[in-house]
């Protein structure tokens, strides 16, 4: 399995960004698939995830509002559109996948795969 992560960069408080997790080799459905996030001296947490099977979602209450994740089937790539950033969005983000809901979805300890990171900065 592998989890491509791309889109991250520098942007002005205010601004916006999308990432893109392009995922492939997976030979089972997935339970879940999205992005987690880790700020400097912070723990890694969820931020968006969308479940494969029924269709939920799942968004950070710190960012309800303003990110929206979507998939293109397709293209095998989820996407999290991110809007109205602030300097708190600031983290390394990763594209993850879980293989059951043995653990909620979207939590950290759940994800079985693991994109590398991509960094994010919203700075003035």
């Known amino acids: 399995v592998q989890l491509q992560a791309s889109g991250g960069g520098l942007v002005q408080p205010g601004g916006s960004l999308r990432l893109a997790c392009s995922a492939s080799g997976f030979t089972e459905d997935y339970y879940g698939i999205g992005w987690l996030r880790q700020a400097p001296g912070k723990e890694r947490g969820g931020v968006a995830c969308?479940?494969?099977?029924?269709?939920?979602?799942y968004y950070a209450d710190s960012v309800t509002g303003r990110f929206t994740i979507s998939r293109d089937n397709d293209k095998n790539t989820v996407y999290l559109q991110m809007s109205n950033l602030k300097p708190e969005d600031t983290a390394i983000y990763y594209c993850?996948?879980?293989?059951?809901?043995?653990?909620?979805?979207?939590?950290?300890?759940?994800?079985?795969?693991w994109g590398k990171g991509t960094l994010v900065t919203v700075s003035s």
């Open positions: 993850a996948a879980q293989s059951d809901d043995s653990k909620p979805l979207c939590s950290d300890e759940g994800m079985d795969y």
């Open positions: 969308l479940g494969n099977f029924d269709g939920s979602t």
